[in-house]
């Protein structure tokens, strides 16, 4: 089996700034009143009204599952629709490390029905620190993320259909991996692939919610693509989930659904924001380390963004980047509230990481060796010096930089590339790249 790599959480987005620069008091006052209007008026719905018992086996299967939602189907954002339409939903999981993991788990607890999960990496054990559905046992045996995360789910909540895909997400399997999905969460380490999700986002109208940890640091952004008069990507409620009593109330409520998705204006889009992806050597969780706590509220504003969603109500979706730093404090919360009319991708549609025009070159090279042609890209051989030095050994001169971590050597030139000695494996040559050098 191939040496495994650490696929790890996603690197920096935007800087955080101080509370005081930023809009985050005056947004959560607005958010706080928002919230005491919509449980308010949810407080104020009569009971519902009697109806006849349900057929024996689907009070069984009612039975247990309101059993196991109870507590979130007693709080009123949730509720018992909510709940039958989170069952009916299906959303795709783009990364399955540490955020990938949290946000798989928390959505498999709440009960979202169908989840992918992609993720081209193993586990290994400087993973357990914080990547909350893999043990030990996953580490001794090198077991794909993916596909340990959908055994680890079938344990505690085998309602949940689990799609586990071994694979990187490139623009030649995106459609078949993503389409299905009625919502997209990015826990990828890379800009690359961000960039790449948002380019298929946007071309087929599917939300997605941005999500990055690293040292203490977590930002997300909720990212809603202009709604397609022909599309319908939010999920109805499905005939085995529904109240038999309910039916004539699905067929009012389950489009409500999508139809409030198509009400609501679009936000910008990723490149609206960062027309570019950073430039430079971008900071990864192997190389800045992580705290656990970041990457789980990176993924619980995440997953909370998606039941928002999933149960029908956009009007309460956050609009910002938010990001927050729990070892300092500090948070920002950047308005995100309209699309960039002059952006290359929402704007005029150019969709050029889904044409493949932003994928690095690789190719094998030689024997045991892999090449890689990032994108072009000045390296500070000193800076990156530095940064290896804890993780292997490392030399350089003013043409290449030598890191050997056993049994690979990467060596690094001026421009950004990169040769991956000791491997044959594309895949994992290019996760040893964007684990120590950056994507
Ligand atoms: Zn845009």
Redesign the pocket.
Known sequence: MSQPSQHSPAPHIAATKSGAESSFQSGSESSLRQEASHFAAAAEKPASPPTPPPSPATTSNLNTLNDRYSRQILFPGIGAHGQHLLASAHVAIVGCGATGAAAASLLARAGVGTLTLIDRDFVEPSNLQRQVLFDEADARESLPKAEAARRKIALFNSTVAVHSHIADLVPANIHDLLAPAHLILDATDNFETRYLI?DYA?QQSKPWIYAAAIGAYAATMTILPRPSGEKNHLPEPTEKMCHPERSAEREVEGPAVASAYAATNPT??????FPKPPSGPVETCDTSGILSTAVNLAASLQATEALKLLTGQPHLLRRSLLSFDLWTSEHSEISASK??PD?????QRLFTHLAGEGRPHITLCGRNSVQIHEHSRPVDFAAMRDRLAPHGQVRFNDLLLRFERPPHTITLFPDGRALIQGTTDITLARSLYARFIGS
């Open positions: 948002n946007v910008p889009c990723l490149a609206c924001i699309p960039n952006c290359t991708v929402c704007g």
